[in-house]
Structures are given as structure tokens and as C-alpha cells.
């Protein structure tokens, strides 16, 4: 019975590549969201997604950023262009409908 | 928009000691409550939550919240901490949503230590 699974768990980036996260949701899960914990701050909501469909990116930066949580496979959050206010923990949390959101352990992106 | 409010960064206790961390929440109806706990390098798991019915919900570890409308506060409580609960605490609302959402909007979190 596995829970959340984010890989990888730390992911260092230069200034200018993309990170790839992935999320991959408890079984039967449908519904994922995406959160970034910068230091000393709680986590803020990026994006919510259900089955290849993005619900609401309210908090996703409008440059950059992008989410897809395609029909098979996990959720992606791709980050392009790295810079350094980058650097952050991001969590993903997946549900069924209408039950609370379980956390996976978080990538720790580390810009250089 | 709906905003939670932990006015405490870092609380000291001693080992065997009562525990009670703040949360205060700005809302425009009675959303969904949560405390979730983060050790260092870790995940956020969940405590507690609360949807409707009993104001007082248990969790697990021995942690206890209570709702109180009238204060819009959701403070969690333990009647006596052990050296494994230094962690940092973190308060969250979502509010109902017909569709299914859970997004939740999070306090800064409340860093607890714990003094053997």
C-alpha cells in the first residue's frame, strides 16, 4: 500500500536547466495538487489537477512553470530556466474525490 | 480569500508538559480544518481534521483540536508532549467545495521544541 511517491527526493539544478518533478498519486487517486515551502514559510498552493486536466493554476507563476498529470503515469511539475528564488520544497498531495489530501515526502530543488 | 494565522514561530516546552499551539482562520463560511505535522526533511502527515459535528476532534499521537466559531480558532492541544513531537506544526483550511477540491491555504507553521 504504497503512499505518495515524489522523485527525486533532492534534485540540484544549475541556473538556466529544467527540473522535472514527479508525483505519483496513491492508487486510485485522482486528483493531485502541487505545493512549494520556501524557507521559514508554510506551504502555498501551485496547482490542482485531476486526470489530464488542469482545474485551477491559480498559484502557479506565469512564466516557467508547468504542470500535467497525464492519463497514464505521474504528475510532472517542470520548471524551466531555473534561477535561484527557485530553490525550494515542493510537495504533492493526491485524493480521491472528496476526502482530504495525502502529502508525499517532498523534492527539495537546490538552484546553483 | 480565505487566510490562516499561526501567531506562534517557536514554542519551548519541557518533556511531560501540556501543549496547546494557536490557529486563527479568515473564512467567509466554516471551511474544512486540518493540522498537519512536518518533521525536519519530511512530509507534512496529518493529525487531525475537522468538517462539521463535534467541535472537539481527536487525532492521533494523542493530539486533540478544538473548533471554536465564535473566535474562528482551531487550536490544537496535547495534555503531555513527548521528546518525538518536536516537529513543526502546521494549521490549514480548504474550503467546501461540491467538486471535490481540497486546496488548502496553510499558516506559516509553529516550530516546536521539546526539552527533555
Known amino acids: 500500500n504504497a503512499g505518495v511517491m515524489q522523485n527525486p527526493r533532492h534534485l540540484v539544478r544549475r541556473r538556466g536547466q529544467e527540473a522535472r518533478l514527479r508525483c505519483s498519486p496513491m492508487?486510485?487517486?485522482?486528483?493531485v495538487y502541487w505545493y512549494r515551502q520556501l524557507p521559514e514559510e508554510g506551504l502555498k498552493f501551485m496547482v490542482y489537477?485531476?486526470?489530464?486536466?488542469?482545474?485551477?493554476e491559480s498559484g502557479m507563476p506565469k512564466e516557467r512553470f508547468s504542470a500535467e498529470f497525464p492519463k497514464e503515469g505521474p504528475s510532472i511539475l517542470r520548471i524551466q530556466q531555473v534561477v535561484r528564488g527557485d530553490s525550494a520544497a515542493y510537495f504533492c498531495?493526491?485524493?480521491?474525490?472528496?476526502?482530504?489530501?495525502?502529502f508525499g515526502q517532498g523534492t527539495r530543488l537546490t538552484v546553483v | 480569500a480565505q487566510s490562516v494565522t499561526q501567531p506562534d514561530i517557536h514554542i519551548t516546552v519541557s518533556e511531560g508538559a501540556s501543549l496547546e499551539l494557536r490557529c486563527n482562520y479568515s473564512?467567509?463560511?466554516?471551511?474544512?480544518l486540518f493540522w498537519y505535522v512536518q518533521s525536519p526533511g519530511q512530509g507534512l502527515q496529518l493529525l487531525l481534521k475537522?468538517?462539521?459535528?463535534?467541535?472537539l476532534v481527536q487525532g492521533i499521537k494523542g493530539f486533540e483540536a478544538e473548533f471554536k466559531r465564535s473566535q474562528s480558532s482551531f487550536n490544537l492541544r496535547k495534555p503531555s508532549v513527548h521528546w518525538s513531537d518536536a516537529a513543526e506544526y502546521f494549521c490549514?483550511?480548504?474550503?467546501?467545495?461540491?467538486?471535490?477540491?481540497?486546496?488548502?491555504?496553510f499558516g506559516k507553521g509553529t516550530k516546536l521544541s521539546v526539552i527533555p
Open positions: 498531495a493526491t485524493s480521491l474525490m472528496n476526502t482530504e489530501a495525502f
Open positions: 492508487k486510485g487517486h485522482s486528483h
Open positions: 489537477l485531476q486526470k489530464e486536466n488542469i482545474i485551477d
Open positions: 473564512y467567509g463560511a466554516t471551511p474544512y
Open positions: 475537522y468538517f462539521s459535528g463535534d467541535t
Open positions: 490549514a483550511v480548504a474550503p467546501y467545495s461540491g467538486a471535490g477540491s481540497y486546496q488548502l491555504t
